[in-house]
């Protein structure tokens, strides 16, 4: 007896580690696939810069992810329950691995990166000249020479490649949470899944930490990266033509998609539930692992015939379907908020696009770790029912989103741009028309108002470019040139002798660090107590499917939040955010490129107020599944009164 004992007892400890193995092994596909996605958030501004694309196409870019796990969600949620989930998942990381690659080819296959500026070569020595004379004499030859140029090459689609990338990136990041969710919830005790499943998203806190350090890194090295003298170049990291190296995070976090597929590979189909303890259980569950293996070379008849039931089966639940409307409109809210975060730290406060990300890496994602796991230890340690469960997740969530229009205090203004924000005067007014870029103190110039390439006067009001600041000559080399006799920075009424400017757009107003400061702190209680209240919030999901229906509902989940919240949400964002563009971008052949300024004020109201407003609806189902869920327990409850005197008359009768 004590012989047949002892390899059921190694068995049992071998099957309990591999479920261990599983949880590790999941939380770096978990890592990896979230930090690969933080990073190309983080590189959007750097891609439309690049390849000088509207905020739009970004988000059309963004949203082709979604497209990607859109097109094999519901058939991997259903059909991966019924095959070998490791491998399935093994084969995902495989595929972000080689859509990583994808999306960095254009770097390889694009020349080198070129803004637009109004300098040329010979203004980058000291000289005298007059500007708007070069500006004039140059722009003959400058546009004979583009016109020879757009006639080999139309227009840069470069960026079909990070699109087509993206979708790829997509599909290979379908099969990790439906199967590892499923996967989990079959072979571990049911007080104990929430606490793992918590564990699992605090590495998708995790990932986009890393995912985002690594894009505040690359964003401060320049695109051609080893190709070009970083003293040639005249931009800095906060101008809006700066490009960092988008292309290096993207190559390194395929690296890392490629590691977390290979223990995958080794993992077995199934596993004992944990918590077996004797030898019979253990044969049972080793007879159900054969009897799923033989399942797995069913027929695809066979195979499908629970499909339309189940899908029936969902669509007759009320909470799951009420659930499903508050994840499209928090997802949408979420998504588009997160997606232009950066760019709105940007605009917002003058930051450059590597400080933007750092500041969303350090200040938000540690917190929101934090919240995750306490939510899903507290769902463990107290063993709160569903309907408790709902209560914890809408009041925290309510709580959070109140305080979330604190966010409106913390602003700053439009910087003052002449033609633009200001009048060349100085005075205050907003225009989206580039006719008003022209002025008496430059209308002799002969000044392009399509080059973006700002220079900062001594008077504080930045100037489009050089000529249209009137500026008569310079001085100076690269970065370090000045301009001088600058008749519009004069005419505002500032005197001077010399009157001159700098490269570079004027700095944002003295209190506009201590609103970042403000905006910062608010961020991270807003993260905190919506991360807390995401694990009880799921658990109401999870718990109202049917067990055979976990793995098939969360997957229609996701494809709903995916078609629904994660394509449309970056597109009419992007759009929205496009509409307050103040000036344009130039491409080479003359067409309208990426926005180089927004007016603030109006993007600040669009951000801020569309996830306000989604939310707020958002709570109208809410509300409907605390009632649902209320009516239920009053159900139960009543049905467990009336079995109670039946049960004391039974008890009655056998003692007479």
Known sequence: MKETKKPA??????????????????????LAKTM???????????IERRFNIPASLVGIINGSFEIGNLLVIAFVSYFGAKFHRPRLIALGCTVMSFACLVISLPHFLMERY??????????NSSSSMSMCLINQSQSSTHMEKQSAECEQKSGSLMWVFVLVGNIIRGIGE???MPLVISYVEDFSKAENSPFYIGCLQVATVIGPFLGFMLGSYCAQLYV??????????????????WVGAWWLGILICGSVSLLAGIPFCFLPKSLPKEGLANETELLSMRNTSLLQESGARLKMREITKDFIPFLRSLFHNPVYMLFICITVMQFSAFNG???????????????SASQAIFLIAVYNLPVICIGYFLGGFLMKKFKISTIHAANIAFWISLTQYLIYFAAYFMVCENSPVAGLTVSYEGIEQVSYMEITLLAD??????????????????????????CLAGCRASDGTRKHTVFENCTCVAASGFSSGNVSAVLGQCDKEANCDMMLQYFLILSIVCSFIYSLGAMPGYMVLIRSLKPEEKSFGVGIHTLASRVFAGIPSPIYFGALIDSTCLKWGTLSCGGEGACRMYDIVTYRWYYLGLPAILRGVSYIPSVLILLILKKQLKSSEGKTLKRSPMAMENIDEQND
């Open 337 to 351: 908020t997160i997606t232009f975060m950066p760019k709105y730290l940007e605009q917002q406060y003058g930051k």
């Open 9 to 30: 007892a190694t068995e049992k400890f071998c099957y309990i580690s591999k479920l261990k193995i599983f949880l590790l092994a999941s939380s770096l596909a978990y």
């Open 174 to 176: 379908t099969p990790i």
């Open 441 to 466: 103190c430059n209308r002799d110039c002969d000044c392009s108002i399509k080059v973006w390439d700002p220079v900062c006067g001594e008077n504080g009001i930045t100037y489009v470019s050089p």
């Open 224 to 241: 051609d990266l080893g190709f070009t003298d970083i003293e040639e170049v005249t931009i800095t990291l906060t101008d809006a033509r």
């Open 114 to 123: 070129q803004y637009e500026t109004a300098l040329s070569p010979l203004e």
């Open 36 to 46: 690969s996605g933080a990073y190309m958030n983080s590189m959007l501004t750097q």
